[in-house]
């Protein structure tokens, strides 16, 4: 079931080269930050865990219920975090990335456009909702 918001503990290790990060719940998702830069690995943290739980949505892998943070074993240098994340965003930004496409044009007809300043990206983007029959956002 895709929820909005989603939790999970993150292990922070703090070691002289830098915080790596780890999901117990989340296998691969592992970012990192430099050495004594929390703010940066909180922020890389949630911004890992929710490109991986977009991941999982895409592919219909049912997202594992959270480890309670009792139940972490830890070792010295480690610290258990409770990252949150909410979807919404995540999965607007994601959709609404814009991707290249190169096509190809009579050069009589780039050069029209280019002389009457058309945004060919623009026009392209409009022709092909319409030839979809989709709307914007």
């Not at 219920?65 to 010295?76: M, N, Q, R, W």
């Not at 983007?125 to 029959?133: C, D, F, G, V, W």
Request: charged fraction near 25%.
């Amino acid at each position: 079931m895709i929820k909005d918001r989603y939790s999970y503990v993150a292990v922070f290790s703090y070691d002289t080269d830098g915080i790596c990060i780890e999901f117990p719940d989340l296998p691969g998702c592992c970012p990192c930050a430099d050495a004594g830069d929390t703010d940066m690995a909180l922020k890389n943290a949630r911004e890992a865990m929710g490109l991986h739980i977009w991941g999982m949505e895409q592919d219909n892998e049912e997202l594992p219920v959270p480890t309670p943070i009792t139940s972490i074993t830890l070792s010295p240098n480690q610290v258990p975090v409770l990252i949150d994340v909410f979807m919404p965003p995540v999965r607007e930004r994601i959709n609404s990335k814009f991707v290249k496409k190169t096509l190809s044009l009579p050069a009589w007809l780039a050069a029209k456009a280019e002389e009457d300043g058309v945004n060919c990206s623009k026009v392209f983007q409009n022709a092909l909702m319409e030839y979809l029959h989709v709307k914007q956002g």
